[in-house]
């Protein structure tokens, strides 16, 4: 298969939509929708549809400021210094993970504050709302024909005009699987049941850290800046060994509260 897809999806009154746009759409209504279940569950109590339509918005909008700063600041520097307005330029892809997740952590400090509400408590009830919004990210990043992967001769290996002609793994692919569908499939089925405060927060650390540096292995790092060590080293691992590390440090804090000791969270 040869991964060459229009970008625009339609036009609207003259105006270019373009599928990576439609897919972050569809990642706000994907959380949209899994933050309502949320409300049906125990980590629901509490909680209003108001306030999870707040968080919604203060989410979403440091998903936006921060994946875009953090690109630009992780992966992209030398081109915004000779191109300012290449920031403002979403559009053609180019969106960090982690700088998005920090933006998210910012937006919803903000939440914890303005509800009342303990900050991990709020982050634990969002987590489950993150994994979906990541997969229609990636599926972006395919229909853009990017991000691609080494050269393999499996059988589901793919073509990237812009790699050349061999056939390569379809990273995007890979990632939308893995820190879209069995992340969430994960933290929903985790978080069905009361756990204690951070674990919620733990479990989604650790499962994304884990399966974005595996795939860092079978995915080129972007040619500018390269592998950063020993052949192998790319910069999602060095962003992602932090997040798992932090995981760990969660889980094992949230399952040391008195109250987990006593057997009563």
Request: with cysteine; charged share 15%; net charge positive.
């Amino acid at each position: 298969m040869v991964v060459d897809f229009d970008p625009v999806a339609f036009h609207l009154f003259g105006w270019p939509v373009h599928w990576y746009g439609l897919m972050y759409l569809c990642g706000f209504l994907a959380a949209w929708w899994i933050g309502r279940l949320q409300l049906k569950r125990p980590a629901g109590r509490g909680w209003t549809a108001q306030m999870v339509d707040d968080m919604l918005f203060y989410g979403g909008l440091g998903v936006i400021l921060g994946g875009r700063i953090g690109y630009v600041l992780f992966y992209n520097f030398g081109a915004f210094l000779d191109d300012p307005l290449m920031i403002f330029r979403i559009w053609q892809g180019g969106m960090s993970f982690h700088g998005g997740l920090l933006g998210v952590l910012a937006g919803l400090w903000y939440c914890h504050r303005k509800f009342g509400k303990g900050y991990f408590e709020i982050v634990d009830f969002a987590i489950p709302m993150i994994p979906l919004g990541l997969g229609f990210g990636r599926i972006g990043n395919f229909i853009n024909g990017e991000l691609w992967g080494k050269p393999t001769d499996l059988p589901w290996g793919m073509i990237f005009p812009a790699a050349g002609p061999e056939p390569r793994h379809p990273t995007p692919l890979y990632e939308a699987l893995l820190e879209g569908l069995v992340l969430f499939v994960i933290v929903w089925i985790y978080s069905a049941r009361p756990r204690p405060t951070m674990a919620t927060s733990g479990v989604f650390a650790i499962g994304y850290g884990t399966f974005r540096i595996l795939v860092e292995f079978v995915r080129l790092p972007d040619t500018h800046i390269g592998y950063l060590a020993f052949g192998w080293v790319t910069m999602g691992m060095v962003l992602s060994l932090p997040l798992v590390l932090a995981g760990i440090v969660l889980v094992w804090l949230a399952y040391r509260q008195p109250a987990m000791k006593e057997g009563k969270a």
